[in-house]
């Protein structure tokens, strides 16, 4: 953010850079306004600090370009004709804010990304990560802050997350990634949300073909193949490959097409094995897995059949506990009801008098019979 610009915190080797931006910054006079731009990485119109890439990409030697680790770092960028205009912007309108972040609008500009573009638009297409090194050359004591080694490792490994100010893309505008730049052909465009006139509003990235007809256009390069034919012996392979090394193109022969057709075979076969190895091993693996989700499945099924038997049998047993303590306390009940009538006195006469009366009318019955 643009208000954060007083925390920031140099190292030794930009201290000084750091200490001219302060007074600057503090400068006071009258009808005098200063400003400071905090540039990303410039590239365009030739190049510099992306010289190194441009032109390995462009001999095809070597064929990868170099990204530094793993290349997820962040490098703010900006062409050299929008830091200009930038410039001529902030002469012609200043604005309130003194410390101005001079970066185009890519949209998430890692290292990897922009030497890939590169390797896309002037070279193999390729790209292989490096070692970080371990340390760079000293920066000499005299040497001033406009006068520092570019080293294009220490810019390419830069980490810093910043968008361009305000004045130049509007909160509201929401830059793509996609095509050339928004100024059209040339880059000479209408004026874009904020009356800026961009020439690659959207980075390296996404105007690769531009920076190239820049970069071949400044270094006067112009693409040309060359075949040498003859008959055997008679110095083909001499000749191509002096004009190989007078021009700095690539010198192929034929062998070495063929070398390379035959590695090429071989790196497919080698893939298309790889690939049905590994369908192989995939299916195996998927095979096992449904096996063994059969298996728990199975075994799950079994522990619940055996839960609900053990859940029945043991209701089974409660019920029949059940049962038969009610056959026992009915028992009870009927032997408590039989002694407590044997032991009823009044019960015991009715019961003994009633059978005296049987006795007697039996006695009576037999007299009337004689």
Not at 19 to 32: A, I, N, P, Q
Not at 133 to 150: C, F, G, I, S, W
């Amino acid at each position: 953010m643009e208000s954060d610009y007083q925390k920031r915190r140099a190292s030794a080797e930009y201290a000084k850079i750091k200490e001219v931006e302060d007074r600057v910054l503090t400068f006071k006079k009258e009808g005098v306004k200063t400003y400071v731009i905090s540039a990303g990485v410039l590239y365009g119109l030739g190049e510099a600090i992306f010289n190194h890439h441009f032109e390995r990409a462009w001999k095809q030697d070597p064929q990868k370009l170099p990204i530094v680790g793993e290349g997820k770092n962040f490098v703010p960028t900006i062409h050299v004709k929008d830091l200009a205009r930038m410039v001529k912007k902030i002469f012609e309108a200043p604005p309130e804010t003194k410390y101005i972040f001079g970066i185009d609008n890519t949209k998430r500009p890692t290292q990897k990304k922009l030497i890939q573009a590169i390797s896309d638009g002037i070279g193999t297409g390729l790209a292989e990560s490096i070692d970080i090194p371990m340390e760079y050359a000293p920066v000499h004591p005299k040497q001033t802050p406009l006068n520092l080694h570019l080293d294009w490792k220490k810019f390419v490994m830069l980490n810093i997350k910043a968008v361009p100010s305000k004045i130049f893309v509007p909160e509201s505008a929401d830059g793509g990634e996609e095509g050339e730049g928004e100024g059209g052909e040339g880059g000479e465009g209408e004026g874009d949300e904020g009356g800026f006139q961009w020439h690659c509003k959207n980075g390296l990235a996404a105007n690769i073909q531009r920076v190239k007809e820049e970069f071949c256009k400044e270094r006067g390069l112009k693409p040309f193949k060359i075949a040498i034919s003859g008959k055997p012996c008679s110095g083909k392979s001499f000749y191509a490959a002096q004009l190989a090394e007078h021009y700095g193109v690539p010198h192929i022969h034929k062998e070495q097409v063929l070398h390379d057709i035959q590695n090429w075979n071989k790196e497919k076969e080698a893939e298309y094995m790889h690939r049905q190895s590994e369908k192989a091993r995939l299916a195996a693996l998927a095979e096992e897995r449904a096996i063994e989700k059969a298996r728990l499945e199975e075994e799950e099924r079994q522990a619940e059949l055996i839960r609900k038997e053990e859940e029945k049998a043991r209701r089974k047993a409660e019920l029949g506990s059940e049962n038969e303590e009610e056959a026992n306390e009915s028992a009870e009940e009927e032997n408590n009801i039989a002694r407590a009538e044997d032991s009823d006195p009044e019960k015991k006469a009715a019961e003994e008098g009633a059978g005296g009366n049987e006795e007697e009318g039996a006695a009576g019955d037999s007299k009337d019979d004689r």
